[in-house]
């Protein structure tokens, strides 16, 4: 008698990579009334993101992406491409016209009926280019810039929170003598640190970053770079860092889209999207650094 042997089901099952942590679908942002014409007048053949028939402007198109816990995205193109647009709806600063962003544990953030004050806490935070877009006040103290978020969140322990404020300051590397001096005499550098200890208060699922190094120093900006990596790790956060500095996102992204007139034109791993650019776009950014 033959007896057949078959692999255990286990074996058979394939295995499904973790859910991503945040995951875009479809986001497209305007600003203008909109006509039918809008879609067909904007974007790569028509050279500009201004529709000619009515002054919209197409923002961010259809764009969609997936970034996994502890993983970096970076996001790439040219000024008015659409980068900090896409990362301020991801911030909820309004309801895009289209798409949905969801963030695993907290459904899509843009129906969610959480108030985004709440989900600007736990589950999204940007640290802006500009200190002061991000609500900082520069006449106040590192430190109570930092307390002022804290105690926000209902920290209502005086004591406590200063361990706590001076304990994220310092490990973002703000020496303790430096604390209580004015947020206004900070060097750039110093001043995004202050504004990643404010948006780590309370770790976020995801982590927007918004032209991180721009201003700053070679050094600085390796220095920023290796906390922004190492804040990501740690936390396990899923985090975008939009940047025009291609080394930038080469250091830090595991993967990078490029972003022309709002759309993706291009996305993969830093390697094969810098270094061997396919869309005619992503060769001329890439070129035009060379140059
Ligand atoms: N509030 C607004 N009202 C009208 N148009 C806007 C508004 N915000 C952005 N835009 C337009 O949307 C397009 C994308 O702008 P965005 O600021 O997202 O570009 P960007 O890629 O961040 O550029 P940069 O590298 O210069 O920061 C631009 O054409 C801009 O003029
Ligand atoms: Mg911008
Ligand atoms: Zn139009």
Redesign the pocket.
């Known amino acids: 008698m033959s007896v057949t042997i078959s692999a255990p089901d286990a074996v058979r099952v394939p295995l499904l990579p973790p859910p991503p942590l945040l995951a875009v679908n479809g986001l497209s942002r305007s600003?203008?009334p909109g006509c039918p014409r809008c879609e067909q007048l904007t974007g790569d053949a028509a050279g500009t993101?201004?529709c000619a028939a009515c002054g919209t402007?197409i923002?961010?198109h259809e764009v969609s992406f997936e970034v996994g816990a502890g993983e970096v995205i970076g996001i790439v193109?040219?000024?008015?491409?659409?980068?900090?647009?896409?990362l301020?709806s991801l911030h909820l600063d309004a309801v895009p016209g289209a798409g949905s962003m969801r963030v695993a544990g907290y459904g899509d953030l843009f129906t969610s009926s959480t108030p985004r004050t709440e989900l600007r806490r736990s589950a999204v935070v940007m640290v802006h280019q500009n200190a002061l877009a991000a609500g900082l006040s520069p006449g106040l103290a590192a430190e109570s810039n930092v307390a002022e978020r804290l105690l926000s969140t209902g920290c209502r322990n005086f004591t406590d929170a200063r361990g706590q404020v001076s304990g994220l300051l310092e490990e973002l590397g703000i020496h303790p003598s430096r604390h209580a001096d004015p947020l206004g005499t900070f060097s750039g550098g110093m001043q995004q640190r202050v504004q990643l200890a404010r948006a780590l208060v309370s770790p976020p699922r995801v982590l927007l970053l918004?032209?991180p190094t721009t201003g700053l120093d070679p050094s600085v900006q390796a220095d920023l770079l290796e906390t922004v990596q190492r804040v990501t790790d740690k936390l396990g956060s899923a985090t975008v860092v939009?940047s025009?500095d291609l080394d930038v996102v080469r250091i830090l992204a595991s993967r990078v889209l490029v972003?022309h007139y709002?759309r993706v034109v291009e996305h993969g791993i830093p390697e094969q999207v810098l270094d061997d650019p396919q869309h005619p776009y992503t060769q001329l950014l890439v070129a035009s650094r060379l140059r």
């Open positions: 600003f203008g993101s201004r402007v923002a961010v193109g040219e000024s008015g491409s659409g980068k900090t647009t896409l301020r918004d032209e939009v025009h972003l709002g």
